[in-house]
């Protein structure tokens, strides 16, 4: 497919778990995009990679979560010893440029319950 | 503190009424404005970006106009196909240029 690709759609974890979630970007986009989407929050942003340059990890809301992007294309969001509080939709966009244009292409999200 | 505001949370509209959403933001330097639509179940969409004030974009029934404290995306005749819920972001310059900050949205109904 053309799109941005999250898999899974859906995962329900217990609390304590830990999670992986994964995103496959429009090929030749350089930028790879995090966000997450609480009810009825705002999306938020977690963490942004361009090309070779260090990600920008800054809207990470805990040490319990990390992400990397593995030859450009392919990233893995990771959430550790997750908490209810982390039940949300997680989002992955990616462009063709930085993220200055604001065109960014969004996968369908990853829809993460934590029990 | 860069903020984005959104109204009305809700508007519901009949088929060929006319309005206009509202996203009013707040940051040191605007790099950019965005305008995205979400459908339920799906990742938003981008639609337009706007760079300074007076700069206006349109597509199909879609309009969205930019002052130096807010944007106006006016909804002219719209179709029960337009309902979703419309986004606002902003980008800062003196922010990453991965961090666009998003407002909470309006949620559009347009009934038949």
């Known amino acids: 497919g053309a799109g941005v690709s999250q898999s899974p759609s859906n995962k329900v974890t217990e609390k304590g778990k830990d999670v992986e979630l994964r995103c496959d970007p429009i090929?030749?986009?350089?930028?790879l995009y995090w966000y997450r989407q609480s009810l009825g929050q705002g999306l938020e942003f977690l963490i942004y990679f361009q090309g070779n340059s260090a990600p920008d990890k800054s809207g990470l809301p805990s040490d319990r979560f990390s992400a990397e992007r593995t030859g450009g294309s392919v990233s893995t969001l990771t959430i550790q010893r997750t908490q209810q509080e982390d039940s949300a939709v997680y989002l992955c966009?990616?462009?063709?440029?930085?993220?200055?244009?604001?065109?960014?292409?969004f996968g369908e999200g990853s829809r993460l319950t934590v029990l | 503190e860069d903020q984005v505001t959104q109204s009305p949370e809700a508007l519901r509209l009949q088929e060929g009424e006319s309005s206009s959403l509202n996203c009013s933001y707040t940051v040191s330097g605007l790099r950019g404005l965005f305008w995205y639509r979400q459908d339920p179940g799906k990742g938003p969409e981008f639609l337009f970006t706007l760079y300074s004030a007076g700069e206006e974009k349109e597509k199909e029934r879609l309009k969205a106009t930019l002052t130096k404290k807010e944007s106006f995306l006016h909804i002219t005749a719209p179709k029960p196909e337009d309902s979703a819920t419309y986004l606002c972001?902003?980008?800062?310059?003196?922010?990453?240029?991965?961090?666009?900050?998003f407002g909470k949205g309006t949620k559009l109904s347009v009934k038949p």
């Open positions: 972001a902003v980008l800062d310059y003196g922010g990453s240029q991965g961090n666009l900050i």
């Open positions: 090929s030749g986009h350089t930028a």
């Open positions: 966009a990616s462009s063709f440029t930085s993220g200055g244009t604001g065109e960014l292409f």
